[in-house]
């Protein structure tokens, strides 16, 4: 079986956040697959064709994509932010757990990329400069228990928290109930971040506190960053403040 | 003050995951300060200072680049993987909250880059495919009560661990401590994988289990992925199987 599939991700947006890798397997596909927004972001290609699907039908877009692969064809899965995360990679795989044999024959590379907690923490400052969790809350395949634990954990664990896809239709409460369980365990002046589409024509950046947020603002485009204990501000005359997360834990310096 | 400074990754290694923001900050600059070994991967040019440092000396790094670039000069600070992340950013932040009042005013952008656990599991599959959690074992300005709490966290939220900095000088066995912790609280058969120098002619990727893994093969250029309890592998003929954590928890399809 001669075929390639390439997981390969466009990262939060902006071509400057693309690497090279996936920008050239993107090119040298013969098939691209993927959610028709992202695929809309690439430049057609005379020959190249497209198979573009909706949203939440990632395992069969993942089979799509196995399925032309094994036809000998070098296949690119266009993802967001890095495949590995949150995204496209996980779903190719399980479809392959389940799916026929011969797939697992194929040649599979999964390029890295930048993933929406690391483009927020760059446009904030250094948030994640320490140890840090990631916690999704949109997947409706994930009893609401197992997000209440990791929370809880999280918080004991006095981790940054970085909350994927807040807003899911399945679940609308899920953020609200996420932040009445942070606000019942962490300090109010805890520094809360929500940043909407970085790097896009519509990026919006909302730093506030545990106390004052308003969880109603976060959509699925947006990521959610929440303070550990040592999380502060560093304040800049008239502009919005850095967020650090210093390396050392407990005033050490 | 019109000096400016960027903070810009290399990511794991090879120049095709190096985001071309990056590049194009690297060849803009007037002076890059960084790391030596990271300086020695970018080509000379010709008028671009250059000011290598040794490790450990992350905070005398940043407040040379800052001094720099207060100078009005164009600065580069050249880090490792993403730079918010265990990197340069936080180094930074920390540098100006201490620092000249005037190094508020400078004009700063944090470019994100590739993190070694990104890389890691690029290679393996899809083992970051749901809730995960980060964790450095190097800093030594951080309590080593500090990291059994945050294990402890991960363990009892289920988290796939990413390890960073395992193989600490000032903390010889700090990764014998703590794969002592995970044993005693984590099934023998979880997954675990070492992944070293990912990307570069010194690649090595060990993969194993909780129970038969050897905490010494792991050095500075290592990063450890410790599955949840969901965390499986996908048999292939004839090669090192893929390791998966699916989309959905508890056996939910």
């Known amino acids: 079986m001669t075929g390639t ?14 690497v090279p890798e996936a920008t050239a397997a993107i090119e040298a596909a013969t098939d691209l697959v993927g959610y028709r927004p992202y ?3 690439i430049p057609e290609r005379p020959g190249q064709r497209r198979h573009a699907s909706g949203n939440r039908v990632e395992i069969a877009r993942a089979r799509e994509a196995l399925t032309i692969a094994a036809q000998g064809r070098r296949v690119a899965v266009v993802s967001g932010g890095d495949p ?29 990329g930048i993933s929406a907690m690391q483009a927020a923490a760059a446009r904030l400052g250094a948030p994640l400069g320490h140890d840090f969790c990631a916690i999704s809350l949109s997947d409706n395949l994930k009893p609401w228990q197992v997000v209440e634990r990791r929370l809880r ?22 953020i609200h109930l996420a932040f009445a369980l942070l606000r019942g365990r962490k300090a109010p002046a805890t520094p809360v971040a929500f940043a909407r589409s970085v790097g896009r024509s519509d990026e919006r ?10 969880p109603s603002v976060a959509d699925m485009s ?3 960053l929440i303070g550990s204990s040592e999380t502060r501000l560093i304040a800049r005359p008239g502009r919005t403040p850095w967020l650090l997360t210093p390396r050392s834990y407990g005033g050490g310096q």
């Open 5 to 18: 599939l390439v997981i390969a991700g466009l990262g939060p947006g902006p071509a400057v956040w693309i």
């Open 222 to 224: 947006t990521l959610i």
């Open 84 to 112: 590995g995360v949150f995204a496209m990679a996980a779903a190719v795989f399980e479809a392959i757990e389940t799916g026929e044999p011969s797939w697992r024959d194929l040649d599979i590379t999964v390029v890295p």
């Open 153 to 174: 954990a999280a918080v004991d664990g006095d981790f940054v928290i970085a909350v994927y896809n807040p807003a899911s239709k399945a679940r609308p409460d899920a």
């Open 39 to 41: 695929l809309d972001r």
């Open 205 to 214: 950046i909302v730093l506030t506190t545990l106390e004052d947020a308003d």
